[in-house]
């Protein structure tokens, strides 16, 4: 798993694709359960779709070279969404 100092080196390029989804507030999750190297917790404009989402995370995964999963506020749900909210990091 890549650290919160990777997503910061990386911020402008990970910000340029985020604008173009229209997804904003950008955060680091530290721990996953999935095999994966970074962990974003986003908030999509309203008219994201899920494809949207699914298109995102693969251009993440082209600009930094890294597997990538994102995360929606909207998708978290139970105990899995306050353990997430209370871990995710502000980049």
């Given amino acids: 798993m890549k650290s919160i100092e990777f997503v910061r080196d990386h911020k402008?390029?990970?910000s340029d694709v985020l604008a173009q989804f229209h997804v904003?507030?950008?955060r680091y999750v530290p721990e996953a359960t999935?095999?994966?190297d970074v962990v974003l917790l986003?908030?999509?404009d309203?008219?994201?779709s899920y494809f949207d989402l699914?298109?995102?995370e693969l251009a993440l995964?082209?600009?930094l070279r890294a597997k990538v999963a994102?995360?929606?506020e909207g998708g978290l749900e139970g105990t899995d969404r306050n353990r997430i909210l209370g871990m995710a990091e502000k980049v």
Avoid: H
């Fill in 54 to 56: 699914f298109k995102l």
């Fill in 42 to 44: 986003v908030q999509p």
């Fill in 34 to 36: 999935e095999p994966v």
């Fill in 70 to 72: 994102v995360l929606t």
């Fill in 12 to 14: 402008a390029a990970i």
């Fill in 24 to 26: 904003r507030n950008l």
């Fill in 46 to 48: 309203r008219g994201v």
């Fill in 61 to 63: 995964e082209a600009e």
